[in-house]
């Protein structure tokens, strides 16, 4: 069955440094994968996406790598700052069908 | 939020009563899902829709039927809950013009069944 990994449940970082986080899924060949940022009693809100043809996708602060080959994505917050505080979700997609969410990585940027 | 809403926000039932959640979006969005979120589970796929009338199960399906007879309306019913069934239940849209399936999350309902 699909399956989806998310690196540690949670995740504690220094304020400015840059947070890693990992998304790693087996019996899927997804077209899109997604990050989501969720924070606490809210629905997730949608950050990036990178399709399977892409590498690497930035906004802001934010980078997203994909390796097809080694069914892998990373997730990369860099110059983290408090209110980055959050639980982080990848997803992957097959045209907006068989969405499937990982468990998520909460992270915690300490002042 | 993306003009996305969910009714009722909070619902506390007794086992082996009906109950019919609601989403409604002002998007016009082509895919509508339903999530429960659990602790220890993340989000798992209950059921979406591609279309009016156009449904299909996910991955957590058992005990549950959806229907959508208009663009921005999607209902979710436990045709007899269970306290199992006890959730947090998100709506999410997709598939907007222009997009390539990000989901957009309405707020979310929190069901207990006792």
């Known amino acids: 069955s699909q399956k989806i990994e998310q690196n540690s449940e949670a995740l504690n970082i220094q304020e400015g440094k840059t947070a890693t986080l990992t998304c790693n899924y087996t019996?899927?060949?997804?077209?899109?994968l997604q990050w989501y940022r969720q924070d606490p009693g809210r629905g997730p809100v949608f950050l990036l996406l990178?399709?399977?043809?892409?590498k690497e996708k930035r906004k802001e602060r934010l980078k997203v790598t994909f390796d097809t080959t080694l069914k892998q994505s990373l997730f990369h917050i860099t110059a983290s700052q408090p209110a980055d505080s959050a639980t982080y979700l990848c997803?992957?997609?097959?045209?907006?069908?068989?969405?499937?969410f990982g468990p998520g990585t909460r992270l915690s940027v300490l002042p | 939020d993306a003009g996305i809403t969910q009714s009722p926000r909070h619902k506390v039932t007794e086992t082996g009563t009906p109950v019919t959640l609601r989403c409604h979006q002002t998007?016009?969005?082509?895919?509508m899902y339903w999530y429960r979120q659990d602790p220890g589970h993340g989000l798992r796929l209950i059921h979406y829709?591609?279309?009016?009338?156009?449904?299909d199960k996910g991955e957590v399906s058992d005990g549950y039927s959806v229907s959508r007879s208009k663009t921005e309306d999607f209902l979710l019913t436990l045709e007899s809950a269970t306290s199992s069934q006890t959730s947090v239940y998100f709506c999410?849209?997709?598939?907007?013009?222009?997009?390539?399936?990000?989901?957009?999350f309405g707020p979310g309902t929190r069901l207990t069944v006792l």
């Open positions: 999410a849209i997709g598939g907007g013009s222009g997009s390539y399936n990000e989901q957009f």
């Open positions: 998007e016009n969005h082509r895919y």
């Open positions: 997803a992957l997609d097959n045209y907006g069908q068989n969405f499937v």
């Open positions: 829709s591609y279309g009016v009338k156009d449904t």
């Open positions: 019996n899927y060949s997804p077209a899109y």
């Open positions: 990178i399709r399977e043809n892409e």
